[in-house]
């Protein structure tokens, strides 16, 4: 199993611009969850996806940010226009079931996004 | 939403040393688990421990819910330890869904 697959690992790109991160969770995993961190505040849950279906977007922090999951093996985030306020690590984790609720987690190794 | 307050923010140890981290949290939760983020931001899943104790090698952790507190014990730390260990809970009873996480304790071990 390859686990959680984010891409890019890194992504620099100029304030105003659209920017897309991209996430494949573990095969057979149910839930999918997009987490920022930042030194401020730390890791957040920005949203979390059951079955492709988006269940709870609280934690996005504006209409600028958007996520979709077409598919059961393919997420998408995307941020436009990009601010610098956006840079951050951006984590995607998946899985199985309910089972997150009793520490089923598997995070990907996240894309660092450094928006100048 | 529930509160996650870690301590100490940051340890220096030396090699061989042991150490205590602990996690307090505002209020009863379903879900308490342990993370390590490593040097290069890889997080990852050490322990699921809503109350009790456990043990994996040279870690463990104990929860007691009704007081609110987990510790994450580390015995002869090794440089590979070092790191940002968090602690993350999970509250059904509302707030935010999925895990709050707390800001973590920031270890490092001097060779």
């Known amino acids: 199993d390859a686990g959680v697959i984010q891409s890019p690992r890194h992504e620099v790109t100029e304030m105003g611009q659209e920017v897309t991160l991209r996430c494949k969770p573990i095969s057979g995993h149910d839930y999918l969850f997009w987490y920022r961190q930042t030194m401020m505040r730390g890791l957040e849950l920005l949203i979390y996806f059951n079955n492709n279906v988006p269940i709870d977007d609280s934690g996005m922090p504006e209409d600028r940010f958007s996520a979709k999951m077409p598919n059961a093996s393919f997420s998408t985030l995307k941020i436009q226009p990009s601010e610098p306020r956006d840079s951050a690590v951006y984590f995607c984790?998946?899985?199985?079931?309910?089972?997150?609720?009793?520490?089923?987690?598997?995070f990907g190794s996240g894309t660092r996004l450094t928006v100048v | 939403g529930i509160q996650v307050e870690q301590s100490p923010p940051d340890l220096i140890l030396q090699e061989g040393a042991n150490s205590t981290l602990r996690c307090n949290f505002s209020?009863?939760?379903?879900?308490l688990q342990w993370f390590h983020q490593n040097p290069w931001g890889q997080l990852i899943n050490l322990f699921y421990i809503p109350s009790g104790t456990k043990q994996n090698g040279r870690l463990s952790a104990t929860t007691v819910a009704t007081e609110r507190y987990s510790l994450l014990y580390i015995s002869s730390s090794q440089t590979t330890d070092s790191g940002v260990y968090f602690c993350?809970?999970?509250?059904?009873?509302?707030?935010?869904?999925?895990?709050?996480f707390g800001k973590g304790t920031h270890l490092i071990i001097q060779p």
């Open positions: 209020d009863s939760v379903n879900n």
């Open positions: 993350a809970v999970y509250n059904s009873g509302g707030g935010a869904d999925g895990l709050t």
């Open positions: 984790a998946s899985s199985p079931r309910d089972s997150w609720r009793n520490g089923g987690y598997t």
